[in-house]
């Protein structure tokens, strides 16, 4: 299962309310099978601006995956798969700051971890491997966004870290509370597992974090639901497919970035100890390291 069916590309993450991703040509569906079982959609590959794109919808075309559902490690597989070198993820997120309104984009540099349920490795199995995940976000793909979206006027935030929670259920009272004491930024359901696996795949990553609503901290405003973030997410989204469209084209396809040497490094396990079905399923991200 090495190798993969295309040149380099990049690949684009729809979150809530993202489904499609319009101005592509030359557009076809591809159905992948992966080992890790199926992905959330038929991926959606075409050119925009001149450059390669891969598009797939996280919670499924008709939104019919709940975050703690995701099948994230076939997601990144595939767009490994499809020669994805470069991810943009977008995702609707509550705000935790007085100053991150609903409708402004944050670009995320850093992630908090509370989930319980979920398969965030490919490495299991028989074959260890720990990548470097310091800095979680790729630096120049941050960059490019940042400049995107302010050069159409968006209201983008440099910075700012993510908590992921489980989900699907928001958060209690005191949960929000707590978590904007210990300073987060904004708070999702699914990023985070993509950043670990992209990592894994040596697949540059960049979140953009797209502000519904405050949670349920905020004492002078409503508390969250799912009434008022659709209300914000119908112009969130037109703003993100206005970024999208201004952002690709100027996203490198190849260059060095240290992202795409996380595993060069990383593998504990002797190669002569991988069992073969490892080997097998991890082919695609291993084979030019694994003798």
Request: one cysteine or more; charged letters at 20%; a negative charge.
């Amino acid at each position: 299962m090495s190798g993969s069916l295309r040149t380099e590309a990049v690949g684009v993450i729809g979150g809530s309310g993202l489904y499609d991703l319009p101005g592509l040509s030359d557009v076809r569906e591809v159905a992948l099978a992966t080992p890790f079982g199926p992905p959330s959609d038929a991926y959606v590959t075409g050119r925009l601006g001149g450059v390669p794109v891969v598009f797939l919808p996280r919670h499924g075309r008709g939104h019919r995956i709940s975050p703690s559902e995701i099948n994230f490690r076939a997601n990144i597989w595939g767009l490994k798969k499809l020669g994805v070198t470069r991810v943009v993820s977008l995702s609707a997120v509550g705000s935790m700051r007085e100053d991150v309104h609903p409708g402004d984009f944050v670009v995320i540099d850093q992630f908090f971890d509370r989930t319980r349920h979920r398969a965030d490795t490919f490495f299991e199995g028989g074959v260890v491997a720990h990548v470097m995940f310091a800095d979680p976000v790729c630096a120049d793909l941050r960059s490019i966004l940042l400049a995107a979206g302010r050069e159409l006027g968006l209201a983008m935030h440099d910075g700012g870290t993510y908590l992921n929670m489980e989900g699907p259920q928001f958060s209690t009272r005191a949960e929000s509370r707590i978590y904007r004491a210990w300073g987060v930024d904004v708070i999702g359901m699914t990023n985070l597992q993509e950043a670990k696996l992209a990592r894994e795949a040596e697949i540059c990553y960049a979140t953009v974090a797209m502000a519904t609503d405050y949670d349920c901290w905020h004492e002078t405003h409503d508390d969250v639901t799912v009434e008022s973030i659709l209300a914000v997410m119908a112009a969130n989204v037109g703003n993100a497919k206005r970024l999208l469209a201004a952002a690709l084209p100027r996203i490198p396809v190849q260059g060095a970035c240290p992202d795409g040497r996380a595993l060069q490094s990383a593998i504990m396990t002797a190669h002569d100890r991988i069992p073969a079905e490892a080997r097998l399923r991890l082919g695609l991200l291993v084979d030019k390291y694994v003798r």
